[in-house]
């Protein structure tokens, strides 16, 4: 499992050194970021793009997480 790295931004934003980006997943978004999240991502770009990002599978896969005991709060998004 991945150790994820927090660092601090100019403006003392908390945030993953490294987030996982959804982009061009498609009809896999779901899976992949639920795969992401077992290997130790904190952090998930959704970006709000409905022509390249499929936020509502990222929810999907938030939801699979948090009935398996992941809390929101430990993600940035």
């Known amino acids: 499992m991945l150790k994820q790295n927090w660092v ?5 934003v ?8 959804t982009a061009w997943k498609k ?3 779901s899976d992949l970021v639920v795969k992401a999240l077992l290997a130790g991502f904190k ?3 959704t970006a709000g793009q409905p022509r390249h990002y499929n936020e509502p ?3 999907e ?3 699979i997480m ?3 005991g992941l809390e ?3 993600l940035y998004l």
Do not use: N
């Open 66 to 68: 948090q009935q398996q």
């Open 8 to 12: 601090t931004s100019h403006s003392g």
């Open 72 to 74: 929101r709060e430990s």
């Open 43 to 45: 952090g998930i770009d």
């Open 27 to 29: 009809e896999h978004t």
């Open 14 to 21: 908390k945030l993953p050194a490294i987030i996982y980006g």
């Open 61 to 63: 896969a938030l939801h």
């Open 57 to 59: 599978m990222v929810g």
